[in-house]
């Protein structure tokens, strides 16, 4: 696959945000959420792992806050060494305004943001999900359908109507800086629709992280 073929010629940064208060989970004041272990690996280590073995990146940040100490330490001892890898915290007071404030600090490129809380993601799907994108777009999100997600056994979390259909967000958002003028911009966000197990599994409680651990004796 040539990157050429897929985007046009700016940086290609991928984001991994983990810096969230965790909230959902019973014992996040014991362990933070990307650390929580699947399969004998961090969540954040998924994440990252996954975007490493996808070429096509210029750059991988990963954003942790004041609210995940324990991961910021913890991915600066994994990463620090890596030549295409940088930590940056953000201010960790709203998912939102973290992402608009990297977008326009990362400006010009298109960038791929990507939560800390899916432990089946890898570099096969990120690459089926780029080559679905229409990159003119600015702000491109990737969804499930609701009775998709709810068929594994996972309550969706952030659910969206079209056309009288329920869909749930992945957690996975590309924004081309490009076409952001300012920090307080509005986008226009277009969708992509991937039914994948790979994303629909997204640990956001305690007993989704528990249904991870058994989808993984059952794979």
């Given at each position: 696959?040539?990157?050429?073929?897929?985007?046009?010629?700016?940086?290609?940064?991928?984001?991994?945000?983990?810096?969230?208060?965790?909230?959902?989970?019973?014992?996040?004041?014991?362990?933070?959420?990307?650390?929580?272990?699947?399969?004998?690996?961090?969540l954040?280590?998924?994440?990252?792992?996954?975007?490493?073995?996808?070429?096509?990146?210029?750059?991988?940040?990963?954003?942790?806050?004041?609210?995940?100490?324990?991961?910021?330490?913890?991915?600066?001892?994994?990463?620090?060494s890596?030549?295409?890898?940088?930590?940056?915290?953000?201010?960790?007071?709203?998912?939102?305004?973290?992402?608009?404030?990297?977008?326009?600090?990362?400006?010009?490129?298109?960038i791929?943001?990507?939560?800390?809380?899916?432990?089946?993601?890898?570099?096969?799907?990120?690459?089926?999900?780029?080559?679905?994108?229409?990159?003119?777009?600015?702000?491109?999100?990737?969804?499930?359908?609701?009775?998709?997600?709810e068929s594994?056994?996972?309550k969706?979390?952030?659910?969206?109507?079209k056309?009288?259909?329920?869909?749930?967000?992945?957690?996975?958002?590309?924004i081309?800086?490009?076409?952001?003028?300012?920090?307080?911009?509005?986008?226009?966000?277009?969708?992509?629709?991937?039914?994948?197990?790979?994303?629909?599994?997204?640990?956001?409680?305690?007993?989704?992280?528990?249904?991870?651990?058994?989808?993984?004796?059952?794979?």
């Open positions: 696959m040539h990157r050429n073929n897929l985007v046009e010629e700016v940086s290609m940064i991928a984001v991994v945000m983990c810096g969230g208060k965790g909230s959902r989970m019973d014992d996040s004041t014991v362990i933070e959420k990307p650390l929580q272990m699947v399969r004998g690996k961090t954040i280590e998924y994440a990252v792992s996954a975007l490493v073995d996808c070429p096509i990146f210029d750059k991988i940040m990963i954003v942790p806050s004041h609210n995940t100490p324990m991961t910021s330490k913890f991915v600066r001892n994994i990463y620090g890596f030549d295409n890898i940088e930590v940056v915290e953000s201010i960790g007071l709203d998912y939102s305004l973290d992402l608009m404030q990297l977008v326009k600090y990362l400006k010009p490129s298109k791929f943001f990507l939560g800390a809380d899916l432990p089946f993601i890898n570099a096969k799907i990120i690459k089926k999900i780029i080559e679905n994108c229409a990159w003119d777009a600015a702000c491109i999100s990737v969804i499930l359908r609701k009775r998709f997600v594994i056994g996972i969706p979390s952030v659910i969206i109507c056309d009288n259909i329920y869909y749930c967000h992945s957690g996975i958002t590309i081309n800086s490009l076409g952001v003028k300012d920090k307080n911009q509005r986008l226009s966000e277009s969708y992509v629709l991937m039914d994948e197990k790979e994303i629909a599994v997204n640990v956001n409680t305690t007993k989704d992280l528990e249904l991870a651990k058994s989808l993984c004796h059952q794979a």
